[in-house]
Every structure is written in C-alpha cells, then in structure tokens.
Nanobody, 122 residues
Framework: QVHLVESGGGLVQAGGSLRLSCAASTRTFSSYAMGWFRQAPGKEREFVAGISQYGLRSYDTDSVKGRFTISRDNAKNTVYLQMNSLKPEDTATYYC???????????????WGQGTQVTVSS
C-alpha cells in the first residue's frame, strides 16, 4: 500500500505560481512512477505530468508546455509539481498518483492522493 498526501494548493492570480507537493508513505517510493492529474468540475480527470523511477519526465504538452515542471526527491519520498504562469483554465483539483509503470492514463494508476484544490483568478 502507498499512502499519498498532496499539499500546496490554493488561490492565486493569473500569471502567478504554485508548487504542489505529494508525500508518499512507503519504503519503496523510488520503485514507483509518479503522476499528476487534475480534474475540473464536470470534466474528466486529465493527465498533467509524470515522472518515472529514473527521472524520465512526461507532460501533457498541449496544456502545460513550458509552464509546469515535475520533479521528485526520493530521499524525501516526495514528488513536486512546479506551476508557473498559471491561467484560469488551470483551476482544478490536482491529484498525485503512484504506479510501477509511468502512464498518462489515470486508470493505470493504483494509488491516489485525496487531491488539493488550485484556483486561478483572472
């Protein structure tokens, strides 16, 4: 079992920045690929970014290209999502997820956090 807890969400003006964190309670964090997803009201959960056990990064380039950066610190069992130049359309609940395989499909992930709300005002 992997328990994930997100933090760092909040209210920010358009153009601002936030850094989300996801802390994992597992002794084998380094063996998991980690993903960030988001879900706005009435919409499907969508992939934002992922990072493999080896540091390979993947992004939904259409929506976050050049603005978001995913990283991980295996010593701290934590994955981060640095979000810059935020836009109102980035408003959503952001979730982190863990799975042995890196994927951009939310159904592939076994473990999920409870989510953290990000609201971007115009």
């Amino acid at each position: 079992q992997v328990h994930l807890v997100e933090s760092g969400g909040g209210l920010v003006q358009a153009g601002g920045s936030l850094r989300l964190s996801c802390a994992a309670s597992t002794r084998t964090f380094s063996s998991y690929a980690m993903g960030w997803f988001r879900q706005a009201p009435g919409k499907e959960r969508e992939f934002v970014a992922g990072i493999s056990q080896y540091g390979l990064r993947s992004y939904d380039t259409d929506s976050v290209k050049g603005r978001f950066t995913i990283s991980r610190d295996n010593a701290k069992n934590t994955v981060y999502l640095q979000m810059n130049s935020l836009k109102p359309e980035d408003t959503a609940t952001y979730y982190c997820a863990a799975d042995p395989l890196l994927s951009d499909t939310h159904r592939e992930y076994d473990y999920w956090g409870q989510g953290t709300q990000v609201t971007v005002s115009s």
